[in-house]
T-cell receptor, first 114, second 114 residues
Framework: KQEVTQIPAALSVPEGENLVLNCSFTDSAIYNLQWFRQDPGKGLTSLLLIQSSQREQTSGRLNASLDKSSGRSTLYIAASQPGDSATYLCAVKRITGGGNKLTFGTGTQLKVEL | DGGITQSPKYLFRKEGQNVTLSCEQNLNHDAMYWYRQDPGQGLRLIYYSQIVNDFQKGDIAEGYSVSREKKESFPLTVTSAQKNPTAFYLC?????????????FGSGTRLTVV
């Protein structure tokens, strides 16, 4: 059974700091990994999608890496801003188990302080 | 703009009552999904549909029912058999069965039992 873990569960940093969020998964048989952002009481916004054959994806100040063999992904946020405060979720699309299904981590709650 | 619309935003259910959550998408996506989110837990899959007139149970389908009569619509009914329905419900869609595609999420419906 695929399990996805995100560490830390919560993180508070001063504005301008670079930071790394971690995601690990137990079964390396995945099609892709997707990072999402969720604001309180809102839906999920897709940030980056990394295919299993890729090592990283970049979008603006965000960079996500994938090491499938070790079951790890990181989301790097450069020059953090208060507007980055949100919960960040990673999800893997698994190959086994049938259907087109994602397994989610429980998220990292990020607070960027002035 | 293309996207997923969930309604209502907030829903209150009395004990023993069935309620239906709406999910509509104009992205021309084939596949649609329903997830449940509880505090401190990852998103859990309730039902999914990869094509019109077909749907499959997810990990926590008991007490829920769905239909997929149109490509654009995937309503979720929370029945009286669901013993703990208070949660945040998220609808998602993806282009289809291609493993490489990512997911798009709606803004969610918060259901509370009163």
């Amino acid at each position: 059974k695929q399990e996805v873990t995100q560490i830390p569960a919560a993180l508070s940093v001063p504005e301008g700091e670079n930071l790394v969020l971690n995601c690990s998964f137990t079964d390396s048989a995945i099609y892709n990994l997707q990072w999402f952002r969720q604001d309180p009481g809102k839906g999920l916004t897709s940030l980056l999608l990394i295919q299993s054959s890729q090592r990283e994806q970049t979008s603006g100040r965000l960079n996500a890496s994938l090491d499938k063999s070790s079951g790890r992904s990181t989301l790097y946020i450069a020059a953090s801003q208060p507007g980055d405060s949100a919960t960040y979720l990673c999800a893997v699309k698994r190959i086994t188990g049938g259907g087109n299904k994602l397994t989610f981590g429980t998220g990292t709650q990020l607070k960027v302080e002035l | 703009d293309g996207g997923i619309t969930q309604s209502p935003k907030y829903l209150f259910r009395k004990e023993g009552q069935n309620v239906t959550l709406s999910c509509e998408q104009n992205l021309n996506h084939d596949a649609m999904y329903w997830y449940r989110q509880d505090p401190g837990q990852g998103l859990r899959l309730i039902y999914y549909s990869q094509i019109v007139n077909d749907f499959q149970k997810g990990d926590i389908a008991e007490g829920y029912s769905v239909s997929r009569e149109k490509k654009e619509s995937f309503p979720l009914t929370v029945t009286s058999a669901q013993k703990n329905p208070t949660a945040f419900y998220l609808c998602a869609s993806s282009t289809g069965d291609r493993a490489s595609y990512g997911y798009t999420f709606g803004s969610g419906t918060r259901l509370t039992v009163v």
